[in-house]
């Protein structure tokens, strides 16, 4: 019998979504164990990939000649069982190649443990107090060099370091190696990106009554050893921060691990201050704006169980504790939990999958659950813990609805309504601040020629070009095309060009032109473009230097302002007009996030909404800070017309710069599927289209898009994998991308 293992290699081909088997060379047999990363034989290259099982055979066993194993990379193992075990469940719940998954779970980037030389004694301390007597004492320098390291043995300086913390030359240590005293030795370091932050440190806080049944709600499923999922709907401002805080307290006492997503574009340092504050040393960070190597060593400490703590992004739910207790997921509702590349996951349905592999409690966080979310608690299916009150009773905000159109027609063709003005003025006279909300950067939202109506659009998205006014361009919001704003018509030649739809820059503008001896900052993606942008704008605002703040969704996340006393929403309809099932939660959502912004200190805050449609359910629910209300009208429309949570939802984008081709594989697609759902007489499974998906050209891709919509997703999932391998045999166009998404969020 002789060793073997499984091997996923790491190699762009799509077919080959299954294990090699490698025989295991006799030297390395001691090294092998799964989740290692090892270089193996595969055609004529060599290649890296990830061993994910051992086996003991014979060379008879096989029908082919075994090549062996070329080398283990690695001491240590990139994945364990259980991270294995939920990079598989991950491929099968949303149809992707294993190998994508590992990929998701293991560091991306940069591996490499990064190494300094530090200069030590090259004997014991007493040898070298014995050599030390024999150097001249006209070498005072090296004296001195040579003494500092026989009383610091244990420090670890390079040679530059050592050179200029003694105020000499490193030539003069090179002397001490080259006698034999002193030597080089390659030490391990750890990039720490947080180390020149100093972290206030916090004590628990007295919970209120509702957070203390909150904590001992989870504390109590921390206890009990299964897992489980609680939902925790807490309004803006109640304290759910310090209900994660103190149950993390719990899990620590019980020397288990705690995994924190919080949404990136909230993975502020101030968010990071809360967490380190309170456990310091025993928290890693994880998110993209550290570079690889930053990332890896954060990684390592989580893995090498240096820390007990991790506060990360979406992909923070693969980190390698082998002690899981606690996954938070604050923001539940957040769209940007859901991964755009393959496999396409939803960090809370992973983080229920990995806390159920683990045996851990998972905690959803929200004030404004998603549907799929809520619904579970009343299936039973998740436990449903509520913080009603803000902290010190403050009142939810009282939320003014103005209709834009009745605006219009009293005179005011401005973008700011009579109450708006007035009210900003207010806060202005009192030193008090806005927040003005809208969802569109850029100046202008479209430019049309007013002769032709010919709209200018991006030449490679099926989307209208955004009209920035700094610079002077014309940008595509999906690709970044940019383009020269012209002078005449391309498609008339008129001269008549017009500008319309409000973005930030517009508002931005209005703002400045209406209170001109206000302090007005912009904050969206192009102010916040350049490193630590994002951070002083908020320190200005924080520190009262800007009266009033313009920004899209990134000023409606997290944030803490005492002395916010007025939110603006310059209109609420945008998000509606969306073609997606989801458009009205999104609404719903989106103004009770901005809302929270206001009123959080001891000054009552007011909330200013201008529609276009106020008499929407989204808007009039959120008016009211009635998410019930809310969800049991929306819960109503999905079952009515069979959408999530009722439904699972298959997209299978169809995608070519040729758009006949694409109709083409769609037709050839749809017709398989449908035959299929015909032998099956599957009449709770559903085919829509194929048609031109919503966005039905990105980056000069023509795109087509099916639908499969049912209840049994686990039988719509084989149709869909059969279909395509269908698709695959019947089709010459093998080249026509086919991207499948399970549970889709947007259409
Ligand atoms: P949420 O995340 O629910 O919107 P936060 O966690 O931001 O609310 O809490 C709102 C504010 O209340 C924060 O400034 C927080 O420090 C404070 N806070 C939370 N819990 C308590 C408490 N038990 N006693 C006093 N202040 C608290
Ligand atoms: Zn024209
Ligand atoms: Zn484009």
Redesign the pocket.
């Known amino acids: 019998m002789s060793k073997y293992v499984e091997v996923m290699v790491d190699v762009p081909v799509d077919q080959v979504d299954r294990p090699f088997t490698y025989k295991v060379p006799e030297r390395l047999e001691s090294q092998i164990k799964v989740g290692k990363k090892v270089v193996v034989p595969f055609g004529r290259q060599r290649v890296a990939g990830y061993i994910i099982g051992e086996l003991e055979a014979d060379e008879e066993d096989f029908k082919f000649a075994i090549k062996p194993i070329n080398k283990v990379l690695t001491e240590f193992t990139f994945f364990d069982e259980e991270l294995l075990e939920l990079a598989k469940w991950m491929s099968e719940y949303y149809q992707s190649y294993l190998i994508s998954s590992l990929k998701a779970i293991v560091p991306s980037g940069q591996t490499k443990i990064k190494t300094k030389q530090v200069v030590k004694l090259a004997q014991s301390v007493a040898e070298s107090e014995k050599l030390l007597e024999q150097i001249s004492d006209r070498a005072y320098k090296q004296q001195e060099v040579f003494s500092f390291l026989i009383d610091n043995p244990n420090c670890n300086l390079s040679n530059t370091e050592l050179a200029d913390r003694l105020e000499t030359t490193s030539g003069l240590i090179r002397t001490l190696i080259n006698k034999g005293y002193l030597q080089y030795i390659e030490k391990e370091v750890k990039r720490n990106p947080h180390s020149h932050h100093n972290f206030k440190a916090t004590q628990p ?4 009554s509702e ?1 203390q049944v909150a904590i001992e709600e989870i504390s109590a499923a921390l206890e009990q050893q299964e897992s489980s999922t609680i939902l925790l709907k ?1 309004v ?7 209900v994660y805080l103190q149950v993390i307290a719990k899990a620590l006492e019980a020397g288990k691990d705690t995994i924190v997503l919080v949404p990136e574009i909230s993975l502020t340092p101030q968010t990071i201050a809360r967490f380190k504050g309170r456990f310091g040393d025993q928290v890693a960070v994880l998110h993209s704006q550290l570079s690889a190597g930053e990332r890896f060593d954060e990684w390592r400490r989580i893995k090498f169980a240096d820390v007990k703590i991790v506060v990360g992004a979406r992909s923070a739910v693969f980190a390698p504790f082998n002690n899981l207790g606690l996954i938070i997921i604050d923001e539940e509702h957040e769209t940007s939990y859901k991964q755009e590349d393959h496999p396409k996951y939803h960090a809370r349905e992973v983080a229920v999958k990995r806390a159920e592999l683990a045996g851990a409690v998972t905690v959803l966080g929200t004030a404004t659950p998603s549907l799929e979310a809520y619904h579970r608690t009343e299936t039973g299916e998740y436990k449903l813990v509520e913080l009603k009150k803000r ?1 010190d009773d403050r009142p939810l905000p009282k939320v003014e609805l103005i209709d834009m159109r009745e605006e219009l027609k009293a005179g005011n063709k401005t973008m700011f309504s009579q109450l708006l003005q007035k009210e900003i003025i207010d806060r202005l006279e009192k030193g008090e601040q806005t927040m003005i909300f809208l969802n569109r950067r850029g100046f202008s939202t479209f430019v049309q020629c007013r002769e032709c109506g010919h709209v200018m659009k991006c030449n490679d998205c099926d989307v209208s070009l955004t009209y920035h006014a700094t610079p002077n361009i014309l940008q595509c919001h999906y690709c970044d095309h940019q383009e020269q704003v012209p002078n005449i018509c391309p498609n008339c030649e008129s001269i008549y060009i017009k500008y319309f739809g409000v973005g930030t820059q517009k508002v931005e503008e209005g703002l400045k032109e209406f209170f001109p001896e206000a302090k007005v900052a912009r904050m969206d993606v192009d102010t916040t473009r350049r490193k630590g942008e994002y951070e002083r704008i908020l320190s200005a605002f924080k520190a009262g230097k800007i009266d009033i703040l313009v920004g899209t969704q990134m000023i409606a996340k ?1 944030h ?1 302002f005492s002395n916010v006393t007025l939110v603006g929403v310059i209109t609420a309809d945008t998000a509606l007009n969306l073609p997606d099932f989801r458009a009205g939660e999104r609404t719903f959502q989106l103004l009770t996030q901005v809302a ?1 912004r206001t009123g ?1 200190g001891d000054k009552p805050g007011e909330v200013i909404i201008q529609s276009y449609t106020p008499e929407h359910y989204s808007i009039q629910f959120s008016k009211m800070h009635d998410y019930n209300g809310f969800y049991n009208f929306e819960i109503e429309t999905r079952k009515f017309a069979s959408y999530p949570p009722f439904t699972h939802i298959i997209s299978i984008v169809v995608s070519d710069e040729r758009e006949d081709k694409v109709i083409e594989v769609s037709n050839l697609l749809s017709d398989i599927i449908r035959e299929k759902l015909h032998k099956l007489d599957e009449e709770g499974i559903m085919l829509l289209g194929p048609v031109q998906a919503p966005l039905s050209k990105v980056r000069g891709q023509h795109r087509w898009q099916l639908l499969l919509k049912g209840g049994d997703l686990d039988t719509m999932r084989s149709i869909n994998q059969e279909s395509l391998m269908k698709l695959n045999e019947l089709s010459t166009l093998k080249t026509i991308k086919v991207s499948v998404d399970v549970d889709p969020l947007g259409m």
Request: proline share 6%; hydrophobic share 15%; charged share 20%.
């Open positions: 806080l007295a919970p209120t957070q807490g803006t401002g109640s304290g759910k921060t310090e902290i997290g803490d929270g959080r």
